[in-house]
């Protein structure tokens, strides 16, 4: 195993170099080609960091908590794990992630996790949602992932919610759609409000009048869509932006039941990318894609930032993602514009044999 006397003896400085250097405590300490020459040692040396070692001297575990509720145990959302894991792989910590289902249960994985000295706790929610943070994390490094707390007081990331809506109406109005509808959500969420926001300034925008009767809110299953079925008898759309991919479903269905085809009769824009949705509905669905990962990912890199206050992370390089991450110090909270994905449903992109 490589020590650091080992490094400071191959590029001629001192082990308290060396030191500093590989614990990211060399700016201001260190010239940069010095650090840069002792980094590049270590590495092409096979150095790896004793992390008990590294805790007992720094009082730091690098260790980040993640706690959700439905994040781990749904599909597709789970990106939001793999984002953070990979951010803190490469910024040299362990993830620990607990699953939670309620609030007393939530208690007990926050102590779980508080006994293995954690430095510092994501919090994620589904939907993108207000929440109270608990009392058992208001002293810690805490980062709030696609939820934001009231007071706007903890740093937090979540989706572009009104510009999610407003770039998939504009796409239906640049495919020559007139009466765009909206199947919403019922439900009083963050991305409801953000989404019903976006989908009428790009309405007005393009100088169409809201129109209340163009928009159903909804929840699932069978009331669901009695109420896309009773849109469709009313209004007529001839482009309806759904709330996520699911909905999309209901437009599918009703618009089959009286003979109208999706891509040329009435065009869907969806939400989600979920695949199992957006690539088995005939003609395929357009999209747009949360950023689950990129949430992750920027989420554990501005935790790391409040843990260590003085490691520069503005060269850090980043992944090549979908959309485009925030910087670290975007405003609270930190929104993500997500990408629209072209597929079949918008009228003019569906081939002939595609539709149904």
């Keep these: ?205 393009a100088g169409f009048a809201y129109d209340e009767t163009l928009v159903a809110n909804v929840l699932n299953n069978g009331p669901a869509l009695r109420a896309v079925s009773d849109l469709f008898d009313r209004a007529r759309p001839d482009g309806v932006f759904c709330f996520n991919d699911a909905r999309a479903w209901y437009v599918y269905e009703c618009a089959a039941r009286r003979g109208l085809t999706i891509g040329r009769d009435v065009s869907v824009v969806g939400v989600d990318n979920h695949r199992v949705l957006a690539e088995t509905l005939s003609p395929q669905l357009t999209t747009v894609e949360l950023p689950h990962y990129e949430m992750g990912y920027w989420a554990a890199l501005k935790l790391v930032s409040l843990i260590e206050p003085g490691r520069d992370l503005s060269g850090f390089a980043a992944p090549d993602t979908t959309a485009v991450m925030p910087p670290i110090d975007a405003p609270v909270p930190a929104k993500i514009h997500c990408t629209l994905i072209e597929k079949e449903s918008v009228r003019g992109d569906a081939p002939d044999d595609t539709l149904v």
Excluded: W
């Design 1 to 205: 195993m490589t020590t650091m006397k080992e490094i400071a003896e191959q590029t001629g400085v001192s082990v308290s170099t060396v030191s500093l250097v590989l614990n990211h405590r060399d700016e201001g300490r260190v010239k940069a080609e010095i650090a840069a020459r002792v980094r590049d040692t270590a590495q092409q040396l096979g150095y790896q960091s004793n992390p008990l070692a590294r805790s007992l001297r720094t009082g730091k575990t690098r260790i980040l908590g993640f706690i959700s509720e439905e994040v781990a145990t749904t599909p597709y959302a789970g990106g939001i794990i793999l984002g953070a894991q990979d951010a803190a792989s490469q910024l040299g910590y362990m993830l620990l992630t607990v699953n939670t289902d309620g609030a007393s249960n939530e208690s007990d994985e926050i102590a779980t996790l508080k006994r293995y000295g954690v430095d510092g706790f994501m919090y994620a929610k589904m939907s993108n949602r207000y929440v109270d943070v608990p009392d058992e994390l208001k002293d810690y490094p805490l980062v709030l992932v696609d939820a934001t707390d009231r007071d706007g007081r903890y740093p937090s990331v979540e989706p572009d919610e009104f510009r999610i809506a407003y770039d998939a109406t504009r796409r239906l109005i640049d495919a020559g759609c007139a009466r765009i509808a909206y199947v919403g959500c019922s439900e009083p969420l963050i991305a409801q409000n953000g989404r019903m926001d976006g989908y009428r300034r790009a309405l007005e925008d």
